[in-house]
């Protein structure tokens, strides 16, 4: 099932819930433009975490969730699809995501680590019972 509308599938205090609560506009005005030059987290992280949250969630949710638009969202949910870290399936008329939390990353300054573990620090307790609901 998804998130009801109005649900966010960030934690409370995360960047994506100020700006459900604040706005967008008085969200940005603390967002300074010298602050944005990076992150922590790429965009594929956070759609990815967003998807772990809430594997039934739509694309329109995630890309909320992760402020970047849905077109975006769908292109870094093709990249992960085509590297095998989340599998698509239809279930009725949408779509459900089952995360492969053994897939490892990327870059060669982290070999053998897996996305698991980047997920449970980000996602928590939530990651393992919806990744345990999505795999039935």
């Known amino acids: 099932m998804s998130a009801p509308s109005g649900i966010m599938l960030t ?6 819930q100020a700006v459900h609560q604040h706005g967008r506009e008085g969200f ?11 992150t922590f987290l790429t965009n ?4 990815l975490a967003a998807i772990a949250r809430d ?3 739509r694309l329109t949710q995630v890309a909320t969730a992760c402020q970047i638009t849905e077109r975006s969202a769908q292109r870094i949910v ?20 089952i995360v492969n939390r ?5 870059h060669p ?3 053998g ?12 307790q939530e990651f393992e019972d919806t990744d345990a609901d999505a795999a039935q």
């Open 113 to 124: 680590l897996s996305i698991g573990a980047l997920l449970e620090l980000i996602v928590g």
């Open 28 to 38: 940005r005005s603390q967002w300074t433009h010298q602050s944005r030059r990076w």
């Open 44 to 47: 594929h992280a956070r759609v």
């Open 55 to 57: 594997p039934n969630a």
């Open 11 to 16: 934690r409370p205090g995360s960047a994506a």
């Open 109 to 111: 300054a982290e070999p």
């Open 102 to 106: 053994d897939g490892l990353f990327r």
């Open 78 to 97: 093709a990249d992960l699809e085509e590297a095998g870290y989340v599998r698509r399936q239809r279930v009725g008329q949408r779509n459900q995501y």
